[in-house]
């Protein structure tokens, strides 16, 4: 039996997308294979690496998780809706001076967890915070002091 596809519309970078997807396509699928949003990385596929990590509503999830279907309306961001312009954002800029990009995979999934963590704080956040809040995320360079350091500069400054 074929399935349908479904009319849709998502919220992504705040840009309005509608869509035709079918009921299985999870966010992910759709964000890079319709939407060319390739800043949200394919890796694991079940959730355990962070590298599909977007923001929903301002909170962290795993992209490949969730069923496009199941997040109408509701406001993504992914990485290539954080800067403004050519003006990186700030979490975006701090990896890049601290050198935490890497080799780049985790780093959309990184940076956006760092996101999420750094609005939420109602004060700094420490060393060990900061370890449990990427706790999620995968870096498969085992760099995490240069991140660990970036997210740490930026939630000093807010």
């Known amino acids: ?26 966010l992910r699928e759709v964000l890079r294979d319709r939407l ?23 909170q962290p999830v795993r992209s490949c998780l969730l069923l496009a279907v199941e997040v ?22 701090s990896f890049v001076d601290h050198h935490a990009i890497q080799c780049g995979f985790c780093s959309p999934g990184m940076i956006l967890t760092g996101v999420a963590a750094v609005e939420n704080q109602d004060k700094p956040l420490n060393r060990d915070e900061i370890r ?7 870096c498969r360079c085992t760099g995490y002091a240069k991140i660990i350091d970036a997210i740490e500069d930026v939630s000093k400054k807010q």
């Open 1 to 26: 039996m074929m399935m349908e596809k479904r009319e849709l519309i998502l919220n992504i970078n705040n840009e309005i997308h509608h869509l035709e997807v079918f009921p299985h396509e999870t």
């Open 36 to 58: 060319g949003l390739t800043g949200t990385k394919a890796a694991c596929d079940d959730g355990s690496c962070g590298s599909c990590t977007v923001l929903l509503e301002g």
């Open 72 to 93: 109408e309306h509701q406001h993504i961001i992914t990485i290539e809706g954080l800067a403004e312009g050519e003006k990186l954002h700030p979490m975006q800029q």
């Open 132 to 138: 449990e809040v990427v706790s999620g995320n995968l």
